[in-house]
T-cell receptor
Framework: GAVVSQHPSWVICKSGTSVKIECRSL??????MFWYRQFPKQSLMLMAT?????????EQGVEKDKFLINHASLTLSTLTVTSAHPEDSSFYIC??????????????FGDGTRLSIL | GESVGLHLPTLSVQEGDNSIINCAYS??????FIWYKQESGKGPQFIID?????DKRQGQRVTVLLNKTVKHLSLQIAATQPGDSAVYFC???????????FGTGTQLKVEL
């Protein structure tokens, strides 16, 4: 149970394009979803927290106009990297919260999306 | 501070030996901690957790120890196997709700 699916797993695109990453909770309703960014050999850094039906809360230093988050349903959140540039290349990971009886797992993680901007 | 440019600390162990991975946390108000395992190209995988009202918790081949006095957490892996090779992160629940703050991580390498 508590499976989170992230798509695509890997994307390469040209500088200046926008890229959308999807995060789906497959077998539970996710009232909250989290988006992380991870550079090689580093830890996960929280970018934003999104609650279904409301605006996302961004962490300090994260540009909300650059990283658009939509959480329109209890099973889907999307992260759009707008006008992506090489410095946006990273590993983006989502997680979802809201499963029943899972006090010991506040977040369930997807397998990440590797974004490479040429 | 930022960790840009830093490499993950690495722990190398022989197969069959026990591994101990350490983590220091900063928020004395944190009351819940988790250890995650992250394999290359994948998301974090839950290993074991502990609440602040406990000092020790055991799972299958893993034990987590919590020392609140010095704000230190450790993960012990018994009889380490090649499949245990991964990056291990501690995380603490902060700020209310389900928000997690991750530690810097440790790369565990199991040598045959």
């Amino acid at each position: 149970g508590a499976v989170v699916s992230q798509h695509p797993s890997w994307v390469i695109c040209k500088s200046g394009t926008s890229v959308k990453i999807e995060c789906r909770s497959l077998d539970f309703q996710a009232t909250t979803m989290f988006w992380y960014r991870q550079f090689p050999k580093q830890s996960l850094m929280l970018m934003a927290t999104s609650n279904e039906g409301s605006k996302a809360t961004y962490e300090q230093g994260v540009e909300k106009d650059k990283f658009l988050i939509n959480h329109a349903s209890l099973t889907l959140s999307t992260l759009t990297v707008t006008s992506a540039h090489p410095e946006d290349s990273s590993f983006y990971i989502c997680s979802a919260s809201g499963g029943q009886g899972s006090w010991n797992q506040p977040q369930h993680f997807g397998d990440g999306t590797r974004l490479s901007i040429l | 501070g930022e960790s840009v440019g830093l490499h993950l600390p690495t722990l190398s162990v022989q197969e069959g030996d026990n591994s101990i991975i350490n983590c220091a946390y900063s928020n004395s108000a944190s009351d819940y901690f988790i250890w995650y395992k992250q394999e290359s190209g994948k998301g974090p995988q839950f290993i074991i957790d502990i609440r602040s009202n406990m000092d020790k918790r055991q799972g299958q081949r893993v034990t987590v120890l919590l020392n609140k006095t010095v704000k230190h957490l450790s993960l012990q892996i018994a009889a380490t196997q090649p499949g245990d090779s991964a990056v291990y992160f501690c995380a603490e629940l902060t700020g209310g709700g389900n928000k997690l703050t991750f530690g810097t991580g440790t790369q565990l390498k199991v040598e045959l």
